[in-house]
């Protein structure tokens, strides 16, 4: 089961007239990569801003810009898109298409459309920062709010017309995972989820230090699927290039020492702690005050042991679900299931490193999930993104629930 929330679902684009209307050409290219099928519906002005030929060429589809003159298969396009949508985006939403979707309003192709659709939708308002601050359209907006749409703050900045303020349509990435999260099932609110991610980097020097090729890029995409289902997230990440996601408290370090201090200070908080941190196991006895010298032909460092972080919370560990990961070369069940017992885990996905399309750097992974109750599962090759939500959907099931369960009595 494909579990990225999107792939294969359908998906309609709404743009309307503003000058953020080229970015909704970035969002569609976003769907698209992700695999989903999207349709796409313009407001009359939004023509006056991009071509509907742009959006026909890159959706595959015709855009539907006009109630009666596109041909009879037209006249219930408003009703048969509604009833297929898997979701909706506005992006651009303009002052005028919000106030007639609060007002029930039906008169051009997006309004009528809406008054039919039943499937989740993200409202992105874009407009001068005074149309933004007006009464009307705050208005508007609250009661888009409470008739269940999920409304994106503007982000803030300089905006075409010279104001400065919100108003500004935010990033297409945004507004994409934001998508992603409308789509998500709500089945961690309440749950209070600790994730690790990244590499740790140990000075030699005040200029080199000792890593490895973790990107990131594994323990981001748990943190996001977490927060899309509605867990409070906090995310502990070693040095990557990536943006913090959206809704997660995201804490920085460098070392295994500082990782170390934060999860042990957040341990107590949460209810699960999923660590896909690649700590390094190893850092320099002594860092040097001064950039080494070059010298000698040969350099000899001497290095010690780090704290074991994941060991620590497996003796500490009293209702925390504990989930680690295990990096490997080869041997891959004998020594995640180690590493399983060892650490007192209820989980470890152990991942076969060192090929292109999984492990350090890529963007898929080939995980093998390995369950304390002596169950595996093997999962394909896919999006982190769809690992993360499938190994969220065990911890959900397997382990939330089993917590729960009431203990057996013995008469
Ligand atoms: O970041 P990416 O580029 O997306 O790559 C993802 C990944 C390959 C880093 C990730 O999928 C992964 O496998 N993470 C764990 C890497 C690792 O350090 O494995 P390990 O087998 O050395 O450690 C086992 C577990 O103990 C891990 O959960 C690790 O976080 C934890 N550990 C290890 C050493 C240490 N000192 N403290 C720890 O907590």
């Not at 699927?225 to 070693?238: D, P, Q």
């Not at 093998?368 to 190994?391: N, Q, R």
């Amino acid at each position: 089961m494909m579990r990225n929330g999107i792939k294969n679902k359908k998906v309609i684009l709404a743009v309307c007239g503003g000058i953020a209307a080229y970015k909704s050409i970035e969002i569609l290219r976003l769907l698209k990569k992700a695999g989903a099928e999207v349709r796409v519906i313009m407001t009359q002005s939004a023509q006056w801003f991009v071509g509907a030929l742009t959006f026909e060429a890159l959706s595959g589809q015709s855009v539907f810009k006009d109630m009666f003159q596109e041909g009879s298969e037209a006249s219930f396009r408003h009703i048969d898109w509604a009833r297929e949508a898997d979701g909706v985006i506005i992006a651009p939403a303009t002052a005028n298409t919000i106030g007639k979707l609060a007002n029930g309003i039906a008169d051009d192709p997006l309004s009528t459309f809406m008054l039919a659709v039943a499937s989740p939708v993200l409202i992105c308002p874009s407009m001068n920062t005074h149309m933004y601050a007006n009464q009307a359209v705050q208005r508007n907006l609250d009661t888009l709010r409470s008739d269940g749409y999920v409304v994106v703050e503007p982000a803030s900045g300089q905006l075409a017309c010279g104001t400065t303020g919100p108003g500004r349509l935010p990033e297409p990435e945004e507004i994409f995972d934001r998508f992603l999260g409308c789509l998500s099932p709500k089945d961690l609110v309440g749950k209070k989820i600790l994730v690790t991610a990244g590499p740790t980097i140990e000075p030699i020097d005040p200029v080199r230090f000792i890593s490895n090729r973790s990107s990131g890029k594994m323990g981001f995409a748990v943190a996001r699927a977490a927060e899309h289902r509605g867990a409070e997230v906090t995310l502990i990440s070693g040095p990557t290039h990536l943006a913090d996601p959206m809704n997660v408290t995201t804490i920085r370090v460098r070392t295994a020492e500082e990782m170390a201090g934060h999860v042990f200070q957040q341990m107590e908080n949460a209810d699960v702690i999923i660590k896909s941190a690649a700590v390094s196991d190893y850092g320099p006895k002594e860092s040097e005050a001064h950039k080494i010298k070059k010298g000698k032909n040969e350099l000899v460092l001497h290095l010690q042991q780090n704290e074991d972080i994941l060991k620590v919370l497996g003796q500490k560990k009293k209702h925390q679900i504990l989930v680690g990961f295990a990096a490997e070369t080869k041997d891959l069940e004998k020594n995640a299931t180690q590493k399983l017992a060892e650490k007192n885990l209820d989980i470890i996905a152990g991942n076969l490193v060192g090929s292109s399309d999984s492990g350090f750097e890529s963007d898929t992974n080939t995980v093998t999930l390995f369950f304390k109750d002596g169950t595996t599962e093997s999962l394909p090759t896919m999006e982190k993104l769809e690992v993360a939500h499938i190994l969220l959907d065990r911890i959900a099931t397997k382990v939330l629930r089993a917590a729960k369960a009431p203990k057996s009595t013995k008469n």
